[in-house]
């Protein structure tokens, strides 16, 4: 299933940069700079909370002229560890951090716009991320799991061929305990 999704991925990004598709719709770059609250993670015998967190992200995508976008993205999400809860224990602090890196494919659709540039959106999509827990001076874990993604927001076109952007993501992959990213993006996106 992994090697499908990267094949998925692949072909997004080969499809934004084919050249036969250019005569119709136009090419971009964007960039996000997410700020996030990481849901905490609870098994049978612990709960472990996390500081808020940041995370870069990184798209090729190419949008169709007719409200409807695809991209690859590539990203990296950081957050601290802020406690350990073991039942019948308690709480132990301890020094930590969680970091997810992933590969994405996305789709958006941008509705019509509201006083001529403003243009609001939603966007799904899927992949792949390397998840790594680090407890320093306990131990280090980490897995490959399939990740999930809901976007919506605000674009403001700023210029011919810049797009400011604000909004909110929602991401999740599926490890043991289903954990989830709750996110605020600020953004740029160049047509190329």
């Known amino acids: 299933m992994k090697r499908f ?6 072909a997004m990004v080969c499809m934004a940069a084919s050249p036969v598709q250019a005569a119709r719709g136009k090419k971009y770059v964007a960039g996000n700079l997410a700020f996030g609250v990481l849901a905490d993670a609870a098994d049978i015998i612990s709960e472990i909370s ?15 002229g007719k409200n409807i976008r695809f991209e690859g993205e590539v990203s990296l999400r ?21 970091s997810a890196f992933s590969y994405m494919a996305n789709g958006y659709y941008d509705f019509k ?5 403003l243009r609001p959106y939603v966007g799904i999509g899927f992949g792949i991320t390397r998840v790594d827990f680090e407890f320093q001076g306990l131990f280090s874990q980490g897995s490959t799991e399939m990740a999930f993604q809901a976007m919506l927001g605000l ?14 993501r929602f991401f999740g992959f599926t490890d043991n305990e289903g954990a989830f990213v709750h996110e605020l993006n600020l953004g740029v996106r160049f047509m190329l």
């Open 50 to 64: 996390f500081k808020s967190g940041w995370g870069l992200i990184a798209a090729l995508g190419y949008d169709t």
């Open 78 to 98: 950081a957050y601290d560890i802020k406690k350990i809860n073991v039942k019948g224990v308690g709480t132990i602090p301890v020094e930590g951090d969680f």
């Open 5 to 10: 999704l990267m094949f998925v991925i692949f």
């Open 113 to 117: 716009p509201v006083r001529r540039l």
């Open 155 to 168: 674009g403001y076109r700023y210029s011919r061929k810049t797009v400011l952007t604000k909004g909110y």
